[in-house]
């Protein structure tokens, strides 16, 4: 046996007897000891009695240091389990953190972008009672609508990205943050629409009754649609808040309770089967339009 086969079985031992070696030491201690003894019982050195005294008492020191061993063992298990659990804990507070910081600059820019849909209707409405008072000048609030859809597209993506960068320690909620994504987008293109709409609109049309409620309706709508996003933001964070949190304090926030039966939290309308079906379903549809 060359030396390179002799390191090769030395390996293969030292894997097998890996994280065994302290039985395998006793094991031999004992077949050593009683070897011993049972030659000096043969050799008329240790008499019947003798042999059974002195074998009966170090079997029971062998007992005694392998139920330390064990519990040694187990402690220095239970001590590592514990300090995962706690590393896990903090960087799932730390993920909390950041996520809740993210979700509250988020809802921010959407209540800056609710303001605008739920006020133009009134705004216009004055303007028709009163125009050589009060303007309504369309360019100057295209504009700024169209500003405000940049800043939905910049707090979207810093959202997201929070969310996906802490994504380990909150991967039992994506099914959530893919359904207020997918809200997302959809509200992002009503306000496309809006803006279309409302750009191309002439004053006069506006003016009339008919127009004011067209113009009135697809305000609610961009509105209504923002206000829902913001309410699902504030059920996703009482979600991570509870699960994460709760157990530390021994108490739960309680969970949004709609006044209106239509209004449904995210936990109501965000079902697992149901969001990853819409998944699919968009990115074969992004696909198609693609190939297209």
Same mark, same amino acid.
């Given at each position: 046996?060359n030396?390179?086969?002799? &390191? ?7 894997k097998?007897?890996k ?5 395998v ?10 070897t011993?003894? !049972?030659i000096?019982?043969? =050799? ?7 042999? @059974? ?13 392998s139920?330390?061993e064990?519990? &040694?063992?187990? /402690? ?10 706690e590393?896990?804990?903090?960087? $799932?507070?730390?993920?909390?953190? $950041?996520? =809740?910081?993210?979700?509250?600059d988020?809802?921010s820019?959407? /209540? ?9 209707p009134?705004?216009?409405k004055i #303007? ?22 940049g800043e ?5 993506? =810093?959202?997201? @990205? ?12 994506? #099914? !959530? +943050?893919?359904?207020?994504? =997918? ?5 992002? *293109? /009503?306000i ?6 409302? %750009?191309? %609109? %002439? ?12 113009? $009135?309706?697809?305000?609610y +709508? ?8 913001q309410?699902?933001?504030?059920? !996703? +964070?009482?979600?991570?808040m509870? /699960?994460?949190?709760g ?32 998944c ?7 696909? *198609?339009?693609?190939?297209?």
């Amino acid at each position: 046996m060359n030396l390179l086969e002799l &390191l090769k079985m030395l390996l293969k031992i030292k894997k097998i007897f890996k994280g065994k070696l302290i039985y395998v030491i006793t094991i031999l201690i004992i077949v050593s000891y009683v070897t011993f003894l !049972y030659i000096f019982q043969k =050799n008329a050195a240790l008499s019947p009695s003798d042999f @059974i005294n002195n074998f009966t008492i170090f079997v029971g020191w062998i007992i005694a240091l392998s139920i330390a061993e064990i519990h &040694l063992i187990k /402690t220095r298990r239970d001590n590592q389990l514990s300090k995962r659990e706690e590393i896990k804990k903090s960087l $799932e507070i730390n993920a909390f953190r $950041e996520i =809740n910081k993210a979700a509250s600059d988020f809802s921010s820019i959407l /209540t800056s972008l609710v303001t605008p849909y739920i006020t133009l209707p009134s705004r216009l409405k004055i #303007h028709i009672d009163k125009p050589l008072i009060f303007k309504f000048d369309k360019s100057e609030i295209a504009q700024s609508l169209h500003r405000q859809a940049g800043e939905l597209y910049g707090g979207t993506a =810093n959202f997201i @990205i929070v969310i996906e960068s802490n994504e380990i320690a909150v991967v039992e909620f994506d #099914h !959530y +943050r893919k359904y207020i994504q =997918n809200r997302i987008d959809d509200v992002h *293109k /009503t306000i496309r629409e809006f803006i279309d709409y409302f %750009s191309n %609109s %002439s004053p006069s049309t506006l003016d009339k009754p008919e127009g004011y409620s067209e113009f $009135e309706r697809k305000c609610y +709508r961009v509105s209504d649609e923002l206000i829902k996003i913001q309410s699902y933001l504030f059920d !996703y +964070r009482i979600e991570l808040m509870n /699960t994460i949190l709760g157990e530390v304090f021994g108490k739960k926030v309680p969970e949004r309770v709609p006044k209106d039966p239509s209004y449904k939290t995210l936990k109501e309308v965000a079902v697992k089967e149901l969001v990853i079906k819409e998944c699919e379903e968009r990115e074969n549809q992004l696909l *198609k339009t693609h190939k297209k």
